[in-house]
T-cell receptor, first 112, second 116 residues
Framework: GDSVTQMEGPVTLSEEAFLTINCTYTATGYPSLFWYVQYPGEGLQLLLKATKADDKGSNKGFEATYRKETTSFHLEKGSVQVSDSAVYFC???????????FGTGTSLTVIP | EAGVVQSPRYKIIEKKQPVAFWCNPI?????LYWYLQNLGQGPELLIRYENEEAVDDSQLPKDRFSAERLKGVDSTLKIQPAELGDSAVYLC??????????????FGEGSRLTVL
């Protein structure tokens, strides 16, 4: 079945460091890929998405590229801030059935 | 525009007691989801509604869990009786739904259940 695997945390970085959170997926066909973020005490919210191979999603300085050849959707940011401290979830969905599959989440803490 | 609203935010009960969670999705969103989120884990689907019809409830433990979505708007998730292992966060989400829609899910803040 469909699934998402993301790197385990927690991840601790200093402010302005480079961030990569790995995400790989298993799916039939051509799913859409997402990164959701959950800030402390809040619900999950969409950070970025990509709907087809080679698409790049971007938002708030974060980027991720849909790589079908490696079945990956790694999240990157060139310079993290303290306010980026949160839990990040990789997810996929198919446009048939509105089914979403989430990874286990990666906790990021950015220290000043 | 109001987001997905859930209540209560927190609930503490003793085992074997019943509990209910309520969700009001974003207006116009046909698809409603209930997810279970255990500590350190990602959301796991319990049930998905398309309007008032439950189209995927394969992961809902039907011996103790029930859900309804009357009139295709608000939804209630009930647990009776609750067990210690039910302690988790219960997330509600909604989306526009529909075939071909790969749009985002909008989540509520969740209802955190503690069973003592």
């Amino acid at each position: 079945g469909d699934s998402v695997t993301q790197m385990e945390g927690p991840v601790t970085l200093s402010e302005e460091a480079f961030l990569t959170i790995n995400c790989t997926y298993t799916a039939t066909g051509y799913p859409s890929l997402f990164w959701y973020v959950q800030y402390p005490g809040e619900g999950l919210q969409l950070l970025l998405k990509a709907t087809k191979a080679d698409d790049k999603g971007s938002n708030k300085g974060f980027e991720a590229t849909y790589r079908k050849e490696t079945t990956s959707f790694h999240l990157e940011k060139g310079s993290v801030q303290v306010s980026d401290s949160a839990v990040y979830f990789c997810a996929l969905s198919h446009n048939t059935g509105n089914q979403f599959y989430f990874g286990t989440g990666t906790s990021l803490t950015v220290i000043p | 525009e109001a987001g997905v609203v859930q209540s209560p935010r927190y609930k503490i009960i003793e085992k074997k007691q019943p509990v209910a969670f309520w969700c009001n999705p974003i207006s116009g969103h046909n698809t409603l989801y209930w997810y279970l989120q255990n500590l350190g884990q990602g959301p796991e689907l319990l049930i998905r509604y398309e309007n008032e019809e439950a189209v995927d409830d394969s992961q809902l433990p039907k011996d103790r869990f029930s859900a309804e979505r009357l009139k295709g708007v608000d939804s209630t998730l009930k647990i009776q009786p609750a067990e210690l292992g039910d302690s988790a966060v219960y997330l509600c989400a909604s989306s526009l739904g529909g075939f071909g829609n790969t749009g985002e899910l909008f989540f509520g803040e969740g209802s955190r259940l503690t069973v003592l």
